[in-house]
């Protein structure tokens, strides 16, 4: 197996404010080139100073809906997080892979609210 890629995401985004949805799709895209061509990858969170649910669901909730968890455990790594850095990608895993699991479900639970509020 080829050599593991390091992601600095304060590199890939060119700020240590890891907020927009559109900044954690440019890490997204990294990420699932990586775990495509199955190359691990160590994503890092040094210099990072704010970090918001958005950001993680573009850059890491996504990779739910492409990968099987296991290949995303065996290649995905994280590196230079702070402990409520992880609880909150914890809770955006969590949040994916229940979304992925039961993607049908949710989308016609959410219409039917949208429905019926119209």
């Known amino acids: ?6 992601i600095m995401m304060y590199e890939v ?6 907020v927009a949805s559109s900044d954690g799709q440019k890490v997204f ?12 990858v160590l994503l890092s969170f040094h210099n990072v100073t704010a970090l918001t649910s958005a950001f993680l ?7 739910y809906g492409r990968f099987d968890e296991n290949h995303i455990r065996s290649l995905l790594k994280v590196e ?14 969590d ?22 509020e119209i």
Do not use: W
């Open 29 to 40: 895209e990294r990420i699932h080139t990586a775990l495509n061509a199955n190359r691990k």
């Open 57 to 63: 669901n573009a850059a890491i909730g996504q990779l």
């Open 95 to 116: 949040n994916a892979k229940l979304y992925f699991k039961n993607t049908n479900k949710l989308n016609k639970a959410i219409q039917e609210t949208i429905n019926n």
């Open 13 to 18: 985004i060119g700020s240590p404010l890891c």
């Open 1 to 6: 197996m080829s050599e593991e890629i390091r």
């Open 80 to 93: 230079d997080a702070e402990q409520d850095d992880l609880a909150l990608l914890k809770r955006v895993v």
